[in-house]
């Protein structure tokens, strides 16, 4: 229940970018979670019935050197529209998360709906999001910000900056069915084991 978390919960720190993990050991954030077995380029993240504005994100990925990255794991989690990544909010078990697997044409898309930023708090709402593959340990990469999020300012984007983050704002889109549409194509780093 709601009533139970205390309004000032202890914030977690925001994730680094390009930050080399050990596979799923993230200790901040998702946890060693399992995919499920088969994966396809795209995912439905909510249910219909989850409240908040249907939202789509697709993109393609390349590796470092622009060429396609097939094979390569997208995961993705946020919070719900009440800025709450579970009922006791705790980030490292995130209710709403999907993955995807990049084909031969390298594309990839999840449909969600749009994350609501902390209560209480001033951080912009965002989406986490890991990466891994073939000869590529899992790693953090830049979240996804949403343009025109009144959290985006320019202490925020400073803030990040010190911390070596640089996250992607997104420009979103109605369609013609309400659903809000973004599009992020992300080249991976290096990888450095
Ligand atoms: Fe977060």
Not at 19 to 42: E, F, Q, T, Y
Request: no cysteine; aromatic share 8%.
């Amino acid at each position: 229940m709601r009533a139970a978390v205390p309004k000032q919960r202890t914030p977690h720190l925001p994730m680094p970018s390009r930050v080399i993990l050990p596979p799923s050991a993230d200790a901040r954030h998702a946890a060693p979670v399992s995919p499920p077995r088969n994966l396809s380029w795209k995912t439905v993240v909510t249910s219909p019935e989850e409240p908040g504005e249907p939202l789509s994100i697709s993109g393609t990925i390349s590796q470092p050197d622009g060429k396609p990255a097939e094979g390569i794991v997208l995961f993705i989690y946020h919070t719900d529209a009440t800025g709450y990544y579970n009922e006791k909010d705790d980030a490292s078990h995130p209710r709403l998360k999907g993955w995807m697997k990049t084909g031969p044409d390298v594309r990839y898309e999840f449909r969600t709906i749009k994350p609501a930023p902390y209560p209480h708090r001033t951080t912009p709402a965002h989406i986490h999001a890991h990466v891994y593959g073939p000869q590529y340990s899992e790693r953090s990469i830049n979240d996804y910000w949403f343009e025109g999020d009144p959290f985006i300012t320019a202490k925020e984007l400073a803030r990040m900056k010190e911390a070596g983050a640089a996250p992607a704002i997104i420009s979103l889109k109605r369609n013609g069915a309400g659903m809000l549409r973004g599009i992020r194509n992300i080249t991976l780093k290096r990888a450095q084991n």
